[in-house]
C-alpha cells in the first residue's frame, strides 16, 4: 500500500498543474481571506464553485499557514489523492481479512495483492487530476473514507456487552454518518452514494438513541449550510449547477465521452480480467462462510428479519456499487465533461472499491482430510490461484502499458467532441509544463494586454475579448458618469480562473456560461453546444446590465444598440429583478428568508439569450427600433 501511494504521488506530481476551473477556487478564496465573503465578485453573492467542503478547506489551509494559495490547494490536492489509494485499499482489506468467514476457505494463507488500486493510478487522467486545484481529489479522499468507515461498521459487533464496547461502537455509527453526510457538501450528486449508506445505516437494528444520533450527525452540517445558502445566495443548489444544468439528456455525447476515456487505454481489458478474477477468487469450500457474507441464510420475519441483515459487508458492497453505476448514468445522460476523464473519475473509483486489493488464497490440506481429498483440495486450489495470479499479471501488465501510453491529443486543438486533454492545452498555450500560478497564466493569450488596458482605463467601463490574441474592446462608462452607473471595470470572458486571479478583487469578472453571471446561468441550454459549455449568453446584456455607453462608436461593432436597449428593458422584469435581489441587493435578515422562500423560484427561472424574446415572456413593451441618430452618440 505505502508503495502504491508513493507511485502515485510521483506520477500525480510529474502531471502536477492548476487548471483554470483550479483558479476559480482560488478567487472565492480570495475574497474570504479580504473579508468579502464567499463569493466570486465582490458585492454579487454568487457560489461560483461545486464543492463547498473544498472551497473552505482550502481557505482554510491558506489561513492558517499564509502560504501562497496556488501552492496551497497543490498540495492539499496532492496529500488527499495520495492518501485516497491506500485508505481505499485498507477498506477492501479489511473487508476480506475482517471477517470469520476466511477461516473455512480453501487455503491457509491470504495473500493481498493490489489491483484496482493500479487500475486507478494508472490511467493519465487520474494523475492530471491529482492536483489540478479541482475538488476530484477531495471526492475520490471522501469515497475512500465513506468506504473505510462502512466496512468497520459492517463488521463490528451490534449488540456489544461490555459500556467501552458500546460507546466505541457508537462512536464508529456516528462518524460514518457524519462521513457520509458530508456528501451534498463534497460534489451535489455525490449525495446518491452518501444516501444510500445512510438509508442502510438508518434503516439498520442500531437502536432508536443511536438512531436519532446518527441522523443529527449526518445533517448537522449539509442541513446547516443548505440554509445558508439559499438564504445567502438565495439558491438551493450552487450556481454552477444551474449554469450546467441537467435538463435534457444528451446520451449520445456521454457515451462519446465514455469511450474517450475507455478507448485509448483499452480500460476494458482490466476490468474484464478482475471481473472473471474475483469469482475464482472467492469461491468458498463446501458450506463455508463467505467474507462478505458470514453464514447467510434467507431474511425471515418480513421486514423486520431484513433489516437483521442490512449490517453485513456484502450490502456496504452493493451499496458503494450501486451509487457508482447511479454516478456513471447520470454523467452520460448529463453528456460529460469537455475535460478528458474528470467526471468520470469518481465513479470510476466507486466501482473499483471492491477490488482495490484482490485475496490470493494459499492452498493447503486440512489435518482431517484423506489423501485423495488432500490432494483435490491443493489441485483445485491451486489451479484457482494460478488463473487469479494470471489475471492480475495481466492487470499488471496494462498498468505498466497505460501509464507510458498518451491516449489523447497533444491539446493543439479540440476536435468536434469538444473533449481535451486540458492539462495538455493550457501547458501548450502558456508555454509552461506545469502551470501552477496565477502568474504562469499570465503568457496565455490575452491576459497581458487586459491588464495594460485596465490600468489605462481607470473610468470602467465593459472589457471584450478581441478577435485576435492582442488587445480588447471596451466599452466605456458614460461620462460624466450618472448616479446610477457604478464606477466598476467588468472583463467580459470566458475563462474566469486566470482573469480573476491575475486581476484586483474591485474588477467585476462576468462569463457567457454563467458560472460567475447569474444573467447567463438562467438561459436555456443549446442542444447542440460543447458540452460544459452549452450556455452562451450575449455580451448585450452585459453592456446592459453594467450600465456601459449604449452608442456608437463607444459601442464594439458587433454589438447591436437595439439589443442593448432591448436588454436594459428586460431588466426590468420582475423575475428578473427577483433573481438580481437576492444575489445584489445588501443582505437583510428579511432578504435572507425572502431568498429561502424563493430560492426554488429563482433556480427554475429561464430567461431568453435573445432580449425580445424575454420581454415578451415577461409581458412586457418591445421598445420600438432606434433611429440612426438615437444609435450614435451626439455631434459636437
Not at 126 to 136: K, N, Q, Y
Not at 268 to 282: C, D, E, H, N, Q
Not at 373 to 396: E, F, M, P, Q, S
Request: glycine share 8%; aromatic share 10%.
Amino acid at each position: 500500500m505505502a508503495a502504491c501511494a508513493v507511485l502515485f504521488g510521483y506520477g500525480a506530481w510529474q502531471r502536477r498543474w492548476i487548471a483554470d476551473d483550479g483558479l476559480i477556487v482560488l478567487r472565492t478564496v480570495r475574497n474570504l481571506l479580504a473579508g468579502n465573503g464567499p463569493v466570486f465578485n465582490a458585492g454579487e453573492r454568487v457560489e461560483v464553485n461545486t464543492s463547498a467542503a473544498w472551497t473552505y478547506l482550502i481557505w482554510f489551509f491558506s489561513w492558517i499557514s499564509g502560504v501562497q494559495t496556488e501552492y496551497v490547494v497543490l498540495t492539499v490536492a496532492l496529500v488527499l489523492s495520495v492518501a485516497a489509494i491506500p485508505l481505499a485499499m485498507l477498506g477492501t482489506a479489511r473487508l476480506y481479512r475482517g471477517g470469520a468467514g476466511w477461516a473455512r476457505l480453501r487455503g491457509s494463507g491470504l495473500l493481498l495483492l493490489p489491483a484496482g488500486g493500479l487500475v486507478y493510478m494508472a490511467l493519465p487522467p487520474a494523475r492530471d487530476f491529482a492536483t489540478s486545484g479541482l475538488e476530484v481529489s477531495l471526492t475520490i479522499f471522501w469515497v475512500a473514507l465513506l468506504w473505510w468507515l462502512a466496512i468497520c461498521w459492517s463488521q463490528a459487533d451490534r449488540a456489544p456487552v461490555e459500556r467501552r464496547e458500546r460507546i466505541r461502537y457508537g462512536v464508529l455509527t456516528c462518524s460514518t454518518a457524519f462521513v457520509a453526510g458530508l456528501s451534498w457538501l463534497v460534489r451535489p450528486e455525490m449525495a446518491v452514494v452518501g444516501g444510500l449508506v445512510l438509508i442502510v445505516m438508518f434503516l439498520a437494528p442500531v437502536g432508536l438513541k443511536l438512531r436519532l444520533a446518527l441522523t443529527a450527525a449526518a445533517g448537522l452540517l449539509p442541513v446547516g449550510y443548505q440554509i445558508f445558502r439559499m438564504g445567502y445566495y438565495g439558491l438551493p443548489v450552487p450556481n454552477t449547477a444551474v449554469a450546467k444544468d441537467a435538463s435534457g439528456s444528451k446520451w449520445g455525447q456521454g457515451f462519446t465521452y465514455l469511450m474517450n476515456l475507455v478507448e485509448p487505454y483499452s480500460l476494458w481489458l482490466p476490468v474484464l480480467a478482475l471481473a472473471i478474477a474475483m469469482p475464482i477468487i472467492l469461491l468458498p469450500a463446501r458450506g463455508a462462510r463467505t467474507p462478505l457474507t458470514g453464514r447467510f441464510r434467507l431474511p425471515r420475519g418480513g421486514v423486520r428479519g431484513l433489516r437483521d441483515h442490512l449490517q453485513r459487508p456484502a450490502v456496504i458492497v452493493a451499496v458503494m456499487f450501486l451509487g457508482g453505476v447511479i454516478e456513471t448514468l447520470y454523467w452520460l445522460r448529463q453528456g460529460g465533461d469537455f475535460m478528458s476523464g474528470r467526471v468520470l473519475l469518481a465513479p470510476l473509483f466507486l466501482l473499483l472499491l471492491p477490488v482495490m486489493v484482490i485475496p490470493l488464497r494459499i492452498p493447503s490440506r486440512r489435518p482431517e482430510d484423506s489423501t485423495v481429498r488432500g490432494i483435490a483440495r491443493l489441485a483445485t486450489g491451486t489451479a484457482g490461484a494460478a488463473v487469479a495470479g494470471v489475471l492480475w499479471v495481466l492487470v499488471i501488465g496494462w498498468a505498466l502499458h497505460a501509464t507510458t501510453f498518451r491516449g489523447q491529443p497533444d491539446g493543439t486543438a479540440i476536435g468536434t467532441t469538444g473533449i481535451v486533454d486540458e492539462r495538455a492545452f493550457y501547458s501548450l498555450q502558456t508555454g509552461h509544463a506545469h502551470p501552477l500560478t496565477a502568474d504562469d497564466y499570465l503568457d496565455y493569450p490575452r491576459m497581458t494586454s487586459l491588464q495594460e488596458i485596465l490600468r489605462a482605463t481607470p473610468r470602467g467601463g465593459v472589457y471584450l475579448p478581441s478577435f485576435d490574441y492582442d488587445w480588447w474592446f471596451i466599452d466605456p462608462l458614460p461620462y460624466p458618469r450618472p448616479d446610477d452607473v457604478p464606477l466598476r471595470q467588468t472583463v467580459f470572458f470566458t475563462n474566469l480562473g486566470m482573469t480573476g486571479m491575475n486581476l484586483p478583487l474591485d474588477v467585476r469578472v462576468w462569463d457567457q456560461i454563467g458560472l460567475a453571471w447569474p444573467m447567463a446561468s438562467h438561459t436555456a441550454r443549446l442542444e447542440d453546444g460543447r458540452i460544459g459549455h452549452d450556455k452562451e449568453m450575449f455580451p448585450d446584456w452585459a453592456i446592459a446590465e453594467a450600465k456601459a455607453y449604449p452608442k456608437r462608436p463607444a459601442l464594439p461593432p458587433f454589438i447591436d444598440p437595439d439589443w442593448v436597449n432591448q436588454s436594459r428593458a428586460a431588466l426590468t422584469c420582475p423575475q428578473i429583478q427577483q433573481l438580481q435581489d437576492s444575489y445584489s441587493a445588501p443582505l437583510t435578515f428579511d432578504l435572507f428568508k425572502r431568498n429561502i422562500k424563493l430560492s426554488l423560484a429563482n433556480m427554475k427561472l429561464r430567461i431568453d439569450r435573445v432580449p425580445e424574446y424575454t420581454l415578451r415572456m415577461c409581458r412586457l413593451d418591445v421598445p420600438p427600433p432606434l433611429t440612426d441618430e438615437q444609435k450614435s452618440m451626439p455631434k459636437p
